[in-house]
């Protein structure tokens, strides 16, 4: 799915994370901030533990931390300066929960991969994780720094139902029993649980809705076709190549609406770990229609984080001087660090976010309703609404719908190869 969470392993609420424009709340923000930043060396360690005690009260942390999922880099900051650790046993023990529900999640999830890997190999298609243990091992260094709560596999649309009937016969149905559904919105991926109990998204596109899909043009054969070799715990896995890796994730954060430090880190963290080469990722990222996309959020991250993104760059991803500006202020208006449950300028924008300027500005006016007042507040503190995977569980459609389902997603599959595949 196009967004996660871990399992809860503290009590959350939006006034515990909530601080208004107080100079306390911007101290929060810079704390938070600190303690992301940290493992960039001793000095930035340092800093971690003087943001943290310049908050005499840090009571709203864990659920800060949790909210933003980043409660392994601020155990990291709080266990490299003792006497904060010492001064707050409480928090120290929500940490280690943290860590420990992460840990947990991991190893599990690790069985479930190599569980994977024994009954997939046999069929010889081509198979790639994402994000998920990729992102704890390889760009963060460990489950304690990055929770996860799914693994992430994408296969080509031509393969899809082949390796879900395989997973299917080995012990992992489909769980979305809404065929109906799933054929009318062209579901971009089916939903599964692994032998040991790990969540799957077997993905045959990145994006969940056909209709959003349609306004980017992310090539998955070429995705595919990119992969690289990764050593995850002892295992070789097909990942995606680095760029792509940027592009993925920035989209994932764009459409989820890129208010979570984590998402952050994770952007700062692929590109730190593999370096890009600047043009080929933002001619990629155009080629893919995804340049205000990019754009959005490799500002975000610069402006919270300090990634070095030449300015160059993003004029380039943004194609509109004045919708970078824009984008920025709104940055500047709706730090991250303070984000909450509630909606946010930030939130919206980056949820808005389209192949152009143009169709970005008319996406965000379409979301505001043409600024109609009921819809401003909607935006501000949006209602509940109820989870996807609620209305995939209701058992709707027929065969015939399922397959359908699957000759649409080859037939798709086999227009966009044909479309990107060379003459001759």
């Not at 395989?166 to 054929?183: E, H, T, Y």
């Not at 939903?191 to 809705?209: C, E, S, V």
């Not at 998955?220 to 990764?230: E, H, N, S, T, V």
């Not at 808005?352 to 143009?358: L, N």
Request: positive net charge.
């Amino acid at each position: 799915m196009i967004a996660e969470k871990g399992t809860p392993a503290v009590s959350v609420s939006k006034s515990s994370l909530s601080g208004g424009l107080t100079r306390d709340a911007t101290l929060r923000r810079q704390a938070l901030v600190a303690c992301l930043v940290a493992d960039a060396g001793a000095d930035a360690m340092a800093a971690a533990g003087d943001a943290l005690r310049a908050l005499h009260d840090l009571s709203w942390l864990p659920a800060a931390a949790h909210f933003h999922r980043i409660g392994g880099y601020v155990r990291v900051a709080m266990t490299a300066n003792p006497d904060l650790a010492a001064r707050e046993p409480e928090l120290m023990q929500v940490l280690e929960r943290l860590d420990h529900v992460a840990t947990t999640a991991h190893l599990r999830s690790l069985g479930d991969l190599r569980w994977l890997g024994t009954v997939l190999e046999p069929t010889s298609l081509p198979w790639l994780v994402v994000k998920g243990p990729i992102l704890s091992e390889h760009m963060h260094g460990g489950p304690g720094l990055r929770s996860y709560a799914d693994l992430d596999i994408v296969v080509r649309g031509r393969h899809l139902e082949a390796v879900a009937d395989a997973l299917a016969v080995a012990g992992a149905p489909v769980a979305d029993r809404n065929w109906r559904m799933l054929r009318e919105v062209a579901a971009g991926e089916l939903n599964m649980k692994a032998r040991y109990g790990t969540p799957i998204d077997l993905h045959w596109q990145l994006l969940f809705r056909g209709t959003l899909r349609d306004q980017f043009d992310v090539r998955m054969g070429d995705f595919i076709d990119r992969a690289r070799p990764l050593q995850i715990a002892g295992m070789s896995v097909l990942s995606s190549d680095p760029i792509d890796t940027v592009l993925h994730l920035c989209l994932h954060a764009a459409m989820s609406g890129g208010h979570e430090l984590m998402w952050l880190k994770d952007i700062e963290r692929a590109m730190v770990v593999d370096p890009p080469d600047w043009d080929v990722l933002v001619n990629r990222a155009r080629d893919w229609r995804l340049g205000v996309v990019v754009g959005t959020m490799l500002q975000r991250v610069r402006g919270t984080l300090g990634l070095d993104v030449h300015t160059e760059v993003l004029e380039a991803l943004f194609e509109s001087r004045s919708y970078r500006l824009l984008s920025a202020a709104v940055d500047r208006a709706a730090p991250p660090a303070g984000a909450t449950g509630r909606g946010s300028p930030a939130r919206f924008m980056a949820k808005a976010a389209r192949a152009t300027p143009r169709l970005s500005r008319r996406e965000m006016m379409a979301r505001a309703g043409a600024l109609r007042p009921r819809n401003i507040r909607e935006l501000v503190a949006p209602r509940h609404k109820a989870a996807r995977g609620a209305d995939l569980l209701i058992a709707q459609g027929t065969d015939a719908d399922r397959a359908a389902y699957f000759a649409a997603v080859r037939r798709a599959d086999g227009a966009q190869e044909s479309e990107t595949r060379p003459a001759g």
